[in-house]
């Protein structure tokens, strides 16, 4: 069974520019997170989605980063300008919904973005 | 907000020999659980413990729980190079359905 896949693997991207990762989660997942990975600031979620809803956004640093998912098998995330300080590892991560609140997470390899 | 936070930030240790890993939140919790990343991957979940567990085991992995120190320790024993990654304690609030929340994570680094 496939697990999370992301892409793209890596992005470099100049500043003002508009990026799109994008995430297909495991077959048969109700659950969908978006994360971040600094140095500084380590694991940040950014909006997660049950059932292809999002439920909560409040990690979404600004208006310029929005996450979509249209069908159960797939989300963006757009970051619109782009900054240097968007520049992290980015993971998508799903799990089912027979896990609830206690279930494990399957985490994608990440996109790592660097915006010059 | 609810986050885990690990000590050591990192640890270096020859193979072998043990290596024990901390965790602490400062609120109640409906689990604990460990998540094991290779440099340049995802996390990969190791184990979880329920609050009203006290101590779990996972081959070579042994984990404890305090509820009353919030606190929680990752043991690894008999340690490989191929250990060698970052671990994260994550937590999820005792009110649960609610998502993890992660620490910045230990750096572990096993030596041949």
């Known amino acids: 069974d496939a697990g999370v896949i992301q892409s793209p693997r890596h992005e470099v991207t100049e500043m003002g520019q508009e990026v799109t990762l994008r995430c297909k989660p495991i077959?048969?997942?109700?659950?969908l997170f978006w994360y971040r990975q600094t140095m500084m600031r380590g694991l940040e979620l950014l909006i997660y989605f049950n059932n292809n809803v999002p439920i909560d956004d409040s990690g979404m640093p600004e208006d310029r980063f929005s996450a979509k998912m249209p069908n159960a098998s797939f989300s963006t995330l757009k970051i619109q300008p782009s900054e240097p300080r968007d520049s992290a590892v980015y993971f998508c991560?799903?799990?089912?919904?027979?896990?609830?609140?206690?279930?494990?997470?399957?985490f994608g390899e990440g996109s790592r973005l660097t915006v010059l | 907000s609810q986050q885990g936070e690990e000590d050591p930030q990192a640890l270096s240790i020859q193979e072998g020999e043990n290596a024990t890993m901390n965790c602490s939140y400062k609120?109640?919790?409906?689990?604990l659980q460990w998540y094991r990343q290779n440099s340049g991957r995802g996390l990969v979940h190791l184990i979880l413990?329920?609050?009203?567990?006290r101590e779990k085991h996972s081959g070579r992995l042994r984990v404890t729980l305090d509820t009353s120190k919030k606190s929680s320790s990752l043991l690894i024993t008999a340690s490989r190079a191929a250990d060698t990654a970052s671990y994260f304690c994550a937590t999820v609030l005792v009110s649960g359905n609610t998502p993890l929340v992660f620490g910045k994570g230990t750096r572990l680094s096993v030596i041949a």
């Open positions: 413990i329920r609050s009203n567990e």
């Open positions: 991560a799903s799990r089912p919904l027979a896990g609830g609140d206690t279930g494990e997470l399957f």
């Open positions: 609120t109640s919790i409906n689990n």
């Open positions: 077959s048969g997942h109700d659950y």
